[in-house]
Each structure stands twice: as structure tokens, then as C-alpha cells.
């Protein structure tokens, strides 16, 4: 697959640390200070762990700068490269600059609770069969509080039982919460570079097709939103839902046959009934131009489902949904009648 970069192997097996934290960075701002340190409060040290700083081409801001005296002297490995690659780009650039068994990509504004790597390493060796180990995650705001806590997957520790239904219905997990084994990424390639805001989401439904998945239920990772992330970014040029509905189709593949259109299904499903509850709330924030979007959007979804009983419930919604945005509209131009002398 064209858009799934090949991962090339390491050698020198025997030398490579257990476990590679790469921190692809593009323009970072104080909160790699925190992401930076939140490793190093749990690092075994060098001949176990890698840390290398990964920048997408930076004009603005240095890693190297902005994190000069955090850590001992060459305890991290910066490469600044000049050429942007963007999301993807770097993500697999990073994955490129990885020793270890493992790997763990953690965002420039992320970070981590005591106990994240001992948790999850332990999970990835108790089989090779596990390709990938994940923990619950926090979501977080610009000033570390705890906006709410992702759903619990499982009451203990232990390898998720028919995860690849689960996992592609919808993103369940954010990255910063997810470590894997380097020979997954090798086998399977990198992260698709025509996806920009679901690329993470079709990695995991990639993987769990392939491996078992192991599961930590306490929340050990910390996942911001803020302003200036690139998934803020992406929302608020509605990439999102486009890149979904492409993350969904590219999925497919890695579906069983057997049941791979009623998974697809559940996923279009799912998007449909997220965009349709967005719009409802843009609207009653009075933003109807972004509620606008989020309608288009889920309209986009419902268009990819079977006319079946199954979605009548979602067909109303929308239909009610479409008739407030028709009505905003209409009291708006009456506004705007008014306020140009037309009536």
C-alpha cells in the first residue's frame, strides 16, 4: 500500500534499548518542557530507553533551545530537519530514528503519570503475539485539568477479547496512551500520509487485524486539547470529517470478509451520529456556519449507510436538525433585511 511507508529494520539487535520515546515536534511551546519531563521522571536510563526530539522543519522554535538544561547533558537526541513533512511525515520520520523494541510516540504537548512504561512494557512482554499495549488516557486543558477520563475498556490489565470490532467503530485511544513493538511498524509500514486527523485511528485498526492488544486500565497518559494543536487546527478548517470518512474506506481492508460491511456500517453509523449531536450543540452556541459543516458531515456518513429500518431514528434527527438550520438561516436574512432598510 503506496501510502503506508515501508519502516525499515534495525540491526544490531542485541545493542538496541527496550524502549524508543520519540517526540515528533513542529513549533513547540512550553508544554515540550512538560512532555519532556514527564518521561524523564520515569527513565531507566540510557542503555533502556531512547529519547529522541523529532522536529518537522521549525522557524519559530528550537527543541534544543526550549529544553536546554531539562535534562543531563546528551540524555536527548535532537534531529532538526529542515524539510516539513507534516503529521504523518514525522511521525514515521520518528519511527525511522527509533532503536528500541518498543516505541512510544508521544505529542510535544502531552504527558505522562509514574508507572506508564513499567505498566505497558510489562503487558508487550508477555507474548509476541501482542503487538501493541494501550492505558486508559485523561484529556486535558492548557492548564493540566482534567477535563474527562476516556472509557474504560476493561476492569484489569489483560489482552482486549475481540477488539478489531471494537476499535473500528471509532478512535478509542489517543496516541500518547499507546506503545509498539518496532517489528509491527517494520511489517505492517508506517502511518498512511494521505490521512491527517484519523491516521492514528487507521494504525490501530491495522494492528489489532494482525496482533493481540494489551490493555492497562488506569489512566497513565495525559492527552491536551488546546488551541494551538493541529487537531484544533484541523477542526476548525473542518478536516476532520473528510479525513474520516477516508480513514473509514482505507480501513476496510483490514475487516474480515465475512462481517467487514456490517463493521464499515457501524462506523458510518457512529460519525452520522457524532456530527449530527455537534451541529445540534454549534447551533445552540449560536455558531451556524461551523454547525453548518458538522450537518454536511453527517449527512456525508448517512449517505454511506443501507436504507434499512436500522437508521430511521438517525434519519429524524437529521431531518430536525436540517429543518433549524433552515429556519436559523431564514431568521437571519430577516435580520439582515431589516438592518438594510429592505422592510
Known amino acids: ?179 509498539v513493538r518496532r517489528d509491527v511498524y517494520e511489517t505492517l509500514g508506517g502511518f498512511r500520509t494521505d490521512l491527517h486527523y484519523a491516521l492514528d485511528w487507521e494504525m490501530w485498526v491495522r494492528i489489532a487485524a494482525h496482533y493481540e492488544v494489551w490493555y492497562e486500565p488506569r489512566a497513565l497518559a495525559n492527552y491536551r486539547r488546546h488551541h494551538g494543536a493541529e487537531t484544533a487546527r484541523l477542526q476548525a478548517v473542518d478536516g476532520t470529517v473528510a479525513d474520516t470518512m477516508a480513514a473509514i474506506a482505507a480501513l476496510a481492508v483490514h475487516l474480515p470478509a465475512t462481517h467487514r460491511a456490517r463493521l464499515q456500517q457501524r462506523a458510518y453509523l457512529r460519525l452520522a451520529r457524532v456530527q449530527t449531536k455537534r451541529a445540534a450543540k454549534l447551533l445552540d452556541s449560536g455558531l451556524p456556519q461551523l454547525a453548518t459543516q458538522q450537518f454536511e458531515g453527517a449527512q456525508a456518513a448517512f449517505g454511506q449507510l443501507p436504507e434499512n429500518l436500522a437508521k430511521r431514528w438517525l434519519r429524524s434527527r437529521l431531518m430536525r436538525a436540517e429543518l433549524r438550520l433552515a429556519r436559523h438561516e431564514a431568521a437571519r436574512e430577516r435580520e439582515s433585511s431589516k438592518s438594510d432598510g429592505l422592510e
Not at 520519540?22 to 531507566?44: C, G, K, M, N, W
Not at 529544553?67 to 546528551?74: S, W, Y
Not at 502531552?110 to 508487550?124: C, I, N, P, V
Open 1 to 179: 500500500m503506496t501510502s503506508s511507508p515501508k519502516i525499515a529494520r534495525v540491526d544490531n539487535e542485541e545493542r538496541r534499548p527496550a524502549i524508543s520515546v520519540v517526540i515528533p515536534t513542529y513549533e513547540p511551546e512550553r508544554f515540550l518542557i512538560d512532555a519532556v519531563r514527564s518521561v524523564l521522571a520515569q527513565d531507566p536510563g540510557p542503555a533502556q530507553m531512547q529519547i529522541a526530539i523529532v522536529d518537522d522543519g521549525s522557524a519559530r522554535a528550537r527543541p534544543a533551545a526550549l529544553l536546554a538544561g531539562i535534562a543531563p547533558a546528551n540524555r536527548l537526541e535532537y534531529y532538526e530537519h529542515a524539510e516539513r513533512l507534516g503529521l504523518a511525515g514525522n511521525w514515521n520520520r520518528a519511527i525511522a530514528h527509533a532503536r528500541g523494541e518498543f516505541i512510544h510516540i508521544l505529542h510535544q504537548d502531552d504527558t505522562l503519570h509514574s508507572g506508564f512504561y513499567a505498566a505497558l512494557l510489562s503487558g508487550l512482554r508477555k507474548s509476541r503475539r501482542i503487538g501493541m499495549a494501550f492505558c486508559r488516557h485523561a484529556f486535558i486543558d492548557e492548564n493540566d485539568r482534567v477535563e474527562r477520563i476516556s472509557h474504560r475498556e476493561r476492569w484489569r490489565a489483560g489482552v482486549l477479547p475481540r477488539w478489531l470490532d471494537r476499535i473500528s467503530e471509532r478512535q478509542r485511544l489517543q496516541c500518547p496512551a499507546a506503545m
